[in-house]
C-alpha cells in the first residue's frame, strides 16, 4: 500500500537554526498538509498546499515558517529560526481530494 | 470555543467487549466531514473511518463504526470485538465545508485488558 515517507524520523537542532522537514507524499494525491503534536497535545494544523500555493494557513503557521514543492515527489517544511517551543512531532500528510488524511510517520523536533 | 470535544480522557474496556468512544462538534456548515484516526504508542496516525455530512447511514469499517446522530452533533466510534492491539489514543476530526483544515479534538485514550 502506498504510504507518506517523512524524513528524518528525529531532528535536534538548537535554537535560532534552521530545519528542514522533508515529505514524499503518496504520489497521486494532491492535498497535501503539515501538522504537529507538541506531546501529548492534539494535533494541531499547520497548513495545506495544493496546486503549488497554500490553500489554508493557520495562526501558528508564521513568517518563520514555509513550505515547498520543489520537485515532483518532495514536499518540505521549513522553519527559519527555531524556538523551543517548536519541538513537537511534526507529521506530513497527503490526500487524494479533501478528505481523509494519509499521514507519514512524523519528524520529532527537538529543539535545544 | 471548541470545535471537537472528546469528553473521555482515558477508556478501559475488557477484550472481546464493545466500547463507544464519545465525540460531539460544532459547526454551523451544512457540508462537513467527520474523520476517527488513530494512535498507537508508537507514534503513527492511522486513519480509520469518515462519516460526511449528507450521508444518511452510519459509517462501518470492519469492526469500526460511526454513530452519527447529525441533530445530537454526536460522531461516536464503536469499536466491536476490542483487541489488545487497539489500545491507543484516538482522536476524532472533522473538516468543515470546502476548507482544507482538518480540526482534530484532544483524543481519548483506550486501554484494552486482557
Known amino acids: 500500500e502506498p504510504e507518506v515517507t517523512q524524513t528524518p524520523s528525529h531532528q535536534v537542532t538548537q535554537m535560532g537554526q534552521e530545519v528542514i522537514l522533508r515529505c514524499v507524499p503518496i504520489?497521486?494525491?494532491?492535498?497535501f498538509y503539515w501538522y504537529r503534536q507538541i506531546l501529548g497535545q492534539k494535533v494541531e494544523f499547520l497548513v495545506s498546499?495544493?496546486?503549488?500555493?497554500?490553500?489554508?494557513k493557520s495562526e501558528i503557521f508564521d513568517d518563520q515558517f514555509s513550505v515547498e514543492r520543489p520537485d515532483g515527489s518532495n514536499f518540505t517544511l521549513k522553519i527559519r529560526s527555531t524556538k523551543l517551543e517548536d519541538s513537537a512531532m511534526y507529521f506530513c500528510a497527503s490526500s487524494e481530494r479533501v478528505g481523509a488524511l494519509h499521514f507519514g510517520n512524523g519528524t520529532r523536533l527537538t529543539v535545544t | 470555543a471548541q470545535k471537537i470535544t472528546q469528553t473521555q480522557p482515558g477508556m478501559f474496556v475488557q477484550e472481546k467487549e464493545a466500547v463507544t468512544l464519545d465525540c460531539t462538534y460544532d459547526t454551523s456548515d451544512q457540508s462537513y466531514g467527520l474523520f476517527w484516526y488513530k494512535q498507537p504508542s508508537s507514534g503513527e496516525m492511522i486513519f480509520l473511518i469518515y462519516q460526511g455530512s449528507y450521508d444518511e447511514q452510519n459509517a462501518t469499517e470492519g469492526r469500526y463504526s460511526l454513530n452519527f446522530q447529525k441533530a445530537r452533533k454526536s460522531a461516536n466510534l464503536v469499536i466491536s470485538a476490542s483487541q489488545l492491539g487497539d489500545s491507543a489514543m484516538y482522536f476524532c476530526a472533522m473538516r468543515e465545508g470546502r476548507g482544507f483544515k482538518t480540526i482534530f479534538g484532544a483524543g481519548t485514550r483506550l486501554f484494552v485488558k486482557a
Open positions: 504520489s497521486n494525491h494532491l492535498y
Open positions: 498546499f495544493y496546486n503549488n500555493e497554500i490553500s489554508e
